[in-house]
């Protein structure tokens, strides 16, 4: 079935450094991808998403990649901050009425 | 605007007893879902209704009741609570069909004991 799941369960990086954060996903039809950032107590905010006709996508100090070849999809933070720690997620959608959540990645930022 | 409002914040259920969680937004989105949070793990779809009258199953319906009789509501009915609906539930409101940007309330976390 279709599953969105992440490489690494936690990631840290030096404040200052770029973070990479990884995620595979298996159902070929998925044409739409949704990174979400949820900080502890409170629910996932939006970041970026990127639709299955582009390859990248820029936002604000962010970037996310997606490589259909081989199914993966990639969130890059550059000039990691304090304020970046938290739980990020990919989430993936086939252009129907459901999003399927991947488990998360934790990233530390240290100082 | 409120954005997306959800009660209570915390919540405690003995096995057997019904409960509603309430979800509000304030946006005009047609598109509502429930997701819930287990410990380490991602959200998982309950329910979602794609406009006022509209409700349809998710990942993991069973167990939970929805309605949406406006645009602005969409409670959570849980008929007979069991320990292993002990989770947090959040609440997400979107502009399109489920394959837009979703906001999310700030959750309810529920304890069945």
């Known amino acids: 079935g279709e599953s969105v799941g992440l490489h690494l369960p936690t990631l840290s990086v030096q404040e200052g450094d770029n973070s990479i954060i990884n995620c595979a996903y298996s159902?070929?039809?998925?044409?739409?991808f949704i990174w979400y950032k949820q900080e502890s107590g409170k629910g996932p905010q939006f970041i970026i998403d990127?639709?299955?006709?582009?390859d990248k996508r820029q936002g604000q100090r962010v970037t996310v990649l997606l490589n259909k070849t081989v199914k993966h999809l990639s969130l890059q933070i550059a000039a990691t901050q304090p304020g970046d720690s938290a739980v990020y997620f990919c989430?993936?959608?086939?252009?129907?009425?459901?999003?399927?959540f991947g488990a998360g990645t934790r990233l530390f930022v240290k100082a | 605007n409120a954005g997306v409002t959800q009660t209570p914040k915390f919540q405690v259920l003995k096995t057997g007893q019904s409960m509603t969680l309430q979800c509000a937004q304030d946006?005009?989105?047609?598109?509502m879902s429930w997701y819930r949070q287990d410990p380490g793990m991602g959200l998982r779809l309950i329910h979602y209704?794609?406009?006022?009258?509209?409700?349809d199953q998710g990942e993991v319906p069973n167990g939970y009741n929805v309605s949406r009789s406006t645009t602005e509501d969409f409670p959570l009915r849980l008929l007979s609570a069991a320990p292993s609906q002990t989770s947090v539930y959040f609440c997400?409101?979107?502009?399109?069909?489920?394959?837009?940007?979703?906001?999310f309330g700030p959750g309810t976390r529920l304890t069945v004991t």
């Open positions: 997400a409101s979107g502009l399109g069909t489920g394959s837009d940007e979703q906001y």
């Open positions: 159902n070929s039809a998925s044409d739409y």
């Open positions: 990127i639709r299955s006709n582009m």
């Open positions: 989430a993936d959608n086939t252009g129907g009425f459901k999003t399927i």
């Open positions: 946006m005009n989105h047609e598109y």
């Open positions: 209704s794609v406009g006022a009258g509209i409700t």
